[in-house]
C-alpha cells in the first residue's frame, strides 16, 4: 500500500504529502479503487478517533442523559465535578469534554476540506468525503447548533457561526447532492447510498428541532427507502450486533471499526467496569469503575426482554469462577465485600459506593480484551431505522403502520406485540432498544423530556437542550459567538 504522511495543524491549514509521485490527475484518470481507498482512509481514521473513548462526543451525549451517570467515589471521578455537573445540567462553557467533542468534530472537517481541496476533480471521492463530512455536521449540529460551517471553499479569517437552520441545510444538501454517485455495495465502514438515505432520516427525525419546522414525512421516506432496498435484516441475536466479531451483522448500517492493535479507542470496559473485573474477563488493563445506568432506566427493562442483558448485574465472579471480593468495599455498603453490581446507586456524589450501579455490558467484553475493543461501534443500525419510520408515521396519525414497525423490534427482543401506542410507549420502547448507542439525548430533546427532573437532577432550563460553544474555542476565534443561555 501507498504510504501517506500527514502533518496536522489548523482545520484548514493542514499540509500533505501523498502517494509519492502520483499527481491528482493520474487519481482522477486511474481505474484502481485502491488508490482512491488510501485517500480516503485518512478521512475514516479521524471519525473513528475518539468516538468511542471517554471525555469526548460519546460521553457528554451518555452522561448528560437518563441512560447514565459516573458517580463520585471519593476522590475518584471528582475529575473537578465535570461529570457531576454534567448529570445535573449545570455544565459550564470550559467543561473539557466540550472542549474535545468541539476538536475532535473539526479536525475531521478539517481532514476531509484538506482532501476535497487536494482532489477536486475525482468525483467519486468527493461525493463520498462531503457525506461523510456532514455525518460529522450531524452530530456538530445535534450538539452545539449554530456551528461554523467550514467547506473546502472556506477561505482566511476567523469563520463565525452559522445558525443551526443553516447548519441542517448544508447538511441536507451535502447528502441530496452527492448520493447518486455513492457506491451501491455496502462495506459497513465507509459511506454508501443507503448510508446517506440513513443519514437523512436521522436528520428529518430532528428537523423540528433543529429549524422549527417537522418534517416527519421526509424521515418516514428516507427510512423506507433503506428499508424496501433488502440491504438490511434485524438479526436473529439482538447482542450480535455488538460482538467482538460484528462485521457480519446484517443489521449495521454504519460502524466504526476499531481494533486494539490498530484502530484503538473504543475503552468501554475501562469506563464502566470496577477495578476487580480485569479478573472477570482477564482484561490486560484494570477498569477505572465509572459509568453506571440509573436505576430507573435499568427498571424500564421488563424482566422478560431479552435487551435487560444489556446490563451487568448482581453478584460478580473471575472467569474461573471464584467470587470475587471488594475488601475496599466500604463499611456502609449493604452488600459488604462480595463484587455485586446493584441497580440502585446510592448517591450521585461525594461517596458513591465502588460497586453501586447497573454497568454496560452491551458490547461484548472479550477475554483477554486489551483497554481498547476490537468490537466495531454501530453508528447507524437497521433496528433504529425501523423505529424512526414508526416515529415518523405515528406523528403523522398512521398508527397501524407505526405499530407494525415497532412490533418488529419488539418481536426479537422477545417482548409481546402492542395493540396500542402512545408517543410515551415509543419514547420507552427507543429507550430500550439503543441504550448506549448515543441517542437518548436527542430522543429526551424531541420528546419533551430533557428539561425534567430525574434522579439528582432537578429541572433544567431549556436552553441546555444546546451545549455551548466551548470556550476555549471563543477564547482562540473572537468571531464565535456563544450559544444563548451561556
Not at 483497554?371 to 425501523?386: A, H, M, T, V, W
Given at each position: 500500500?501507498?504510504?501517506?504522511?500527514?502533518?496536522?495543524?489548523?482545520?484548514?491549514?493542514?499540509?500533505?504529502?501523498?502517494?509519492?509521485?502520483?499527481?491528482?490527475?493520474?487519481?482522477?484518470?486511474?481505474?484502481?479503487?485502491?488508490?482512491?481507498?488510501?485517500?480516503?482512509?485518512?478521512?475514516?481514521?479521524?471519525?473513528?478517533?475518539?468516538?468511542?473513548?471517554?471525555?469526548?462526543?460519546?460521553?457528554?451525549?451518555?452522561?448528560?442523559?437518563?441512560?447514565?451517570?459516573?458517580?463520585?467515589?471519593?476522590?475518584?471521578?471528582?475529575?473537578?465535578?465535570?461529570?457531576?455537573?454534567?448529570?445535573?445540567?449545570?455544565?459550564?462553557?470550559?467543561?473539557?469534554?466540550?472542549?474535545?467533542?468541539?476538536?475532535?468534530?473539526?479536525?475531521?472537517?478539517?481532514?476531509?476540506?484538506?482532501?476535497?481541496?487536494?482532489?477536486?476533480?475525482?468525483?467519486?471521492?468527493?461525493?463520498?468525503?462531503?457525506?461523510?463530512?456532514?455525518?460529522?455536521?450531524?452530530?456538530?449540529?445535534?450538539?452545539?447548533?449554530?456551528?461554523?460551517?467550514?467547506?473546502?471553499?472556506?477561505?482566511?479569517?476567523?469563520?463565525?457561526?452559522?445558525?443551526?437552520?443553516?447548519?441542517?441545510?448544508?447538511?441536507?444538501?451535502?447528502?441530496?447532492?452527492?448520493?447518486?454517485?455513492?457506491?451501491?455495495?455496502?462495506?459497513?465502514?465507509?459511506?454508501?447510498?443507503?448510508?446517506?438515505?440513513?443519514?437523512?432520516?436521522?436528520?428529518?427525525?430532528?428537523?423540528?428541532?433543529?429549524?422549527?419546522?417537522?418534517?416527519?414525512?421526509?424521515?418516514?421516506?428516507?427510512?423506507?427507502?433503506?428499508?424496501?432496498?433488502?440491504?438490511?435484516?434485524?438479526?436473529?441475536?439482538?447482542?450480535?450486533?455488538?460482538?467482538?466479531?460484528?462485521?457480519?451483522?446484517?443489521?449495521?448500517?454504519?460502524?466504526?471499526?476499531?481494533?486494539?492493535?490498530?484502530?484503538?479507542?473504543?475503552?468501554?470496559?475501562?469506563?464502566?467496569?470496577?477495578?476487580?473485573?480485569?479478573?472477570?474477563?482477564?482484561?490486560?488493563?484494570?477498569?477505572?469503575?465509572?459509568?453506571?445506568?440509573?436505576?430507573?432506566?435499568?427498571?424500564?427493562?421488563?424482566?422478560?426482554?431479552?435487551?435487560?442483558?444489556?446490563?451487568?448485574?448482581?453478584?460478580?465472579?473471575?472467569?474461573?469462577?471464584?467470587?470475587?471480593?471488594?475488601?475496599?468495599?466500604?463499611?456502609?455498603?449493604?452488600?459488604?465485600?462480595?463484587?455485586?453490581?446493584?441497580?440502585?446507586?446510592?448517591?450521585?456524589?461525594?461517596?458513591?459506593?465502588?460497586?453501586?450501579?447497573?454497568?454496560?455490558?452491551?458490547?461484548?467484553?472479550?477475554?483477554?480484551?486489551?483497554?481498547?475493543?476490537?468490537?466495531?461501534?454501530?453508528?447507524?443500525?437497521?433496528?433504529?431505522?425501523?423505529?424512526?419510520?414508526?416515529?415518523?408515521?405515528?406523528?403523522?396519525?398512521?398508527?397501524?403502520v407505526a405499530l407494525a414497525a415497532v412490533n418488529q423490534i419488539r418481536a426479537r427482543a422477545s417482548m409481546p406485540a402492542y395493540t396500542t401506542l402512545t408517543l410515551d410507549e415509543l419514547f420507552a420502547e427507543r429507550g430500550r432498544e439503543m441504550f448506549a448507542e448515543?441517542?437518548?439525548?436527542?430522543?429526551?430533546?424531541?420528546?419533551?423530556?430533557?428539561?425534567?427532573?430525574?434522579?439528582?437532577?432537578?429541572?433544567?432550563?431549556?436552553?441546555?437542550?444546546?451545549?455551548?460553544?466551548?470556550?476555549?474555542?471563543?477564547?482562540?476565534?473572537?468571531?464565535?459567538?456563544?450559544?444563548?443561555?451561556?
Open positions: 500500500m501507498l504510504p501517506l504522511v500527514f502533518a496536522i495543524g489548523a482545520c484548514q491549514e493542514l499540509e500533505q504529502e501523498v502517494l509519492d509521485g502520483v499527481t491528482a490527475e493520474d487519481i482522477a484518470n486511474s481505474n484502481n479503487p485502491n488508490l482512491v481507498n488510501v485517500l480516503k482512509a485518512s478521512a475514516y481514521s479521524r471519525i473513528v478517533g475518539s468516538w468511542g473513548g471517554h471525555n469526548s462526543i460519546w460521553s457528554i451525549q451518555e452522561v448528560s442523559s437518563d441512560e447514565m451517570a459516573i458517580p463520585q467515589k471519593g476522590a475518584d471521578w471528582e475529575d473537578g465535578g465535570q461529570w457531576i455537573r454534567m448529570h445535573k445540567h449545570t455544565w459550564n462553557a470550559s467543561e473539557e469534554s466540550f472542549n474535545n467533542s468541539w476538536a475532535y468534530c473539526y479536525s475531521a472537517v478539517g481532514e476531509i476540506n484538506n482532501l476535497l481541496i487536494q482532489y477536486p476533480d475525482v468525483a467519486s471521492l468527493n461525493a463520498e468525503l462531503k457525506v461523510l463530512r456532514a455525518l460529522v455536521y450531524m452530530w456538530l449540529i445535534d450538539s452545539f447548533g449554530n456551528v461554523p460551517i467550514i467547506d473546502e471553499t472556506t477561505t482566511g479569517g476567523n469563520p463565525t457561526n452559522a445558525t443551526r437552520a443553516e447548519v441542517f441545510a448544508f447538511i441536507e444538501k451535502s447528502i441530496k447532492d452527492n448520493i447518486a454517485l455513492l457506491p451501491e455495495t455496502s462495506l459497513k465502514s465507509t459511506i454508501n447510498k443507503m448510508t446517506a438515505q440513513a443519514m437523512l432520516a436521522k436528520l428529518y427525525l430532528n428537523a423540528g428541532v433543529y429549524t422549527g419546522t417537522p418534517k416527519w414525512a421526509e424521515a418516514e421516506a428516507a427510512a423506507d427507502a433503506v428499508i424496501n432496498s433488502g440491504k438490511y435484516s434485524l438479526s436473529s441475536n439482538y447482542f450480535a450486533n455488538f460482538s467482538e466479531r460484528n462485521s457480519g451483522s446484517t443489521e449495521n448500517i454504519l460502524t466504526l471499526p476499531y481494533d486494539q492493535n490498530n484502530a484503538g479507542g473504543f475503552n468501554l470496559p475501562q469506563m464502566t467496569l470496577h477495578y476487580l473485573s480485569q479478573q472477570t474477563f482477564n482484561l490486560q488493563e484494570q477498569p477505572w469503575n465509572g459509568y453506571a445506568s440509573l436505576e430507573e432506566f435499568y427498571n424500564s427493562y421488563d424482566a422478560t426482554d431479552v435487551r435487560r442483558r444489556s446490563f451487568l448485574v448482581g453478584p460478580q465472579f473471575a472467569s474461573n469462577g471464584t467470587r470475587l471480593i471488594d475488601i475496599s468495599a466500604e463499611a456502609n455498603d449493604p452488600d459488604g465485600p462480595p463484587l455485586t453490581f446493584t441497580p440502585q446507586i446510592n448517591m450521585l456524589a461525594p461517596n458513591a459506593f465502588r460497586q453501586a450501579g447497573a454497568r454496560v455490558g452491551k458490547f461484548e467484553f472479550a477475554l483477554g480484551a486489551g483497554s481498547s475493543l476490537n468490537n466495531d461501534y454501530p453508528l447507524i443500525r437497521y433496528g433504529e431505522i425501523i423505529l424512526i419510520k414508526a416515529e415518523a408515521a405515528l406523528r403523522q396519525n398512521k398508527p397501524a448515543a441517542t437518548r439525548r436527542s430522543d429526551q430533546i424531541r420528546f419533551g423530556k430533557w428539561n425534567q427532573p430525574w434522579w439528582e437532577k432537578t429541572a433544567s432550563q431549556p436552553f441546555r437542550a444546546l451545549f455551548p460553544i466551548p470556550q476555549n474555542q471563543i477564547n482562540a476565534n473572537p468571531a464565535l459567538k456563544q450559544n444563548p443561555g451561556y
